[in-house]
């Protein structure tokens, strides 16, 4: 019988909160079961197994991200929409580094689609709407964007940049004036 307040949401809550404090890697069904106070066991009410547990850190995580993203977009457009989009990303990762880690798991087809997954794809693609990209260079933008973004957040989130006397907030800045400008003015692709 489930102990009584516990819940598969809880669970899941506990475990993002611990990911933040421990790292994303270190979630076993045993550390989450001696944060809530409980036997493993009991834990197998709510989670069937480690993957389930840490997917559903991955799904909240990815639900928070494109909530704080979309917040930030509201009634914005062309550069003010990408470093609207750029700030709330990394100020998520940063806030919260374990759910960070997790939105970046390779989920189960099923469970990505039924996810906040798709809504960052559209919201990407959104902000790309004011800089005129076919489909193809959207998707090449697309990828662009989430590398720059992921890239410069996991180096400084490490302590990439720690060796150095410039802010990492004045190459961020500067890295979104050169992502805006090459959105502006995109490449064209070459004919072979």
Do not use: C
């Not at 798709?118 to 193809?136: D, F, K, N, V």
């Amino acid at each position: 019988m489930a102990r009584a307040g516990l819940t598969a949401e809880r669970v899941i809550a506990s475990a993002a909160d611990y990911s933040d404090e421990h790292g994303f890697d270190s979630i076993t069904m045993s550390a989450i079961a001696r944060l809530l106070g409980v036997k493993d066991a009991s834990l197998y009410a709510h989670v069937r197994n480690l993957h389930e547990l840490r997917s559903g850190v991955a799904v909240l995580s990815l639900a928070e991200l494109a909530d704080q993203v979309g917040a930030a977009l509201a009634g914005r457009a062309g550069k003010d929409a990408l470093v609207a989009f750029a700030n709330a990303y990394r100020a998520y990762a940063l806030e919260h580094p374990g759910r960070y880690e997790a939105s970046r798991m390779r989920l189960d087809p099923e469970v990505a689609l039924a996810s906040a997954a798709p809504r960052h794809s559209a919201m990407t693609r959104a902000i790309l709407r004011g800089y005129e990209l076919s489909e193809t260079d959207e998707t090449d933008a697309v990828r662009l964007l989430h590398s720059t973004f992921h890239g410069f957040v996991s180096l400084e989130s490490s302590g990439g940049f720690a060796y150095t006397s410039r802010p990492a907030i004045d190459s961020w800045n500067r890295a979104l004036d050169a992502l805006d400008r090459t959105l502006t003015h995109w490449p064209e692709e070459a004919v072979s």
